[in-house]
């Protein structure tokens, strides 16, 4: 089972800077944060090339501002350190989350 790690301010860059990587931006003031939580564990087991993220929206308040983020829940995909694609979307489903994810990976694999 992959284990979804917590990333913050300290370690983004490290955590970012390599591979594949998909960010859950949250909070747990965030019902459909809340959740999606079981669906992005479905996926970091389903995916092992994809380096799957969590980072805590008020926690780390200086690095959501510097991202540009408005809104909850975020996901964000980073390739090699650099932000290839975001989905925000108050409404979001784990099936638009999926085929959010399918057509961006396949687009920045082509």
Known sequence: MAAVAEVTKENFAEQTGEGTVLID???????????LTPHVEQIADSRPELRVLKLEAPKNRRLCMDLRLMGLPVFLLF????????????????????????????????
């Open 79 to 110: 390739r090699d350190g650099e932000e290839v694609s975001r989905l925000s979307d108050p409404d979001l489903t784990p099936a638009r989350l999926d085929a959010w994810l399918e057509e961006t990976l396949a687009s920045a694999h082509g």
């Open 25 to 35: 931006v949250w909070g747990p003031q965030c019902a459909p944060c809340v959740a």
